[in-house]
């Protein structure tokens, strides 16, 4: 997962819920040092909420993804964001800002 243009990351799911497994693992898969390179916000929902998970990017862009990981698998979630990261990538490589 390229996480190099990651701002903001904020994420609220229930724990115990299967609905929330793939931000489960979105959480566990940003690096050791992601909270020196970016804002992480974790909101645990109780265990008899029925909100359905949510995770909100924020890109150094400024796009802003919002998310229902209940809807995606995980090697989904990840090429949906790692989407919008290869074309900041690319801007980057090209000598854009």
């Given at each position: ?77 990840v090429e949906e964001l790692d989407r919008h990261s290869r074309a900041l990538r690319k801007k980057e490589d090209l000598g854009g800002n």
């Amino acid at each position: 997962m390229i996480t190099k243009f990651l701002t903001n990351v904020a994420v609220s799911f229930n724990p115990f819920s299967k609905a929330s497994k793939s931000a489960r693992i979105f959480l566990s898969l940003l690096p050791p040092d992601a909270r020196s390179t970016m804002k992480i916000q974790t909101k645990l929902l109780p265990q008899t909420s029925s909100e359905a998970p949510r995770i909100a990017i924020t890109f150094k862009d400024g796009k802003v993804m919002e998310l229902e990981p209940s809807k995606f698998s995980i090697k989904d979630l990840v090429e949906e964001l790692d989407r919008h990261s290869r074309a900041l990538r690319k801007k980057e490589d090209l000598g854009g800002n």
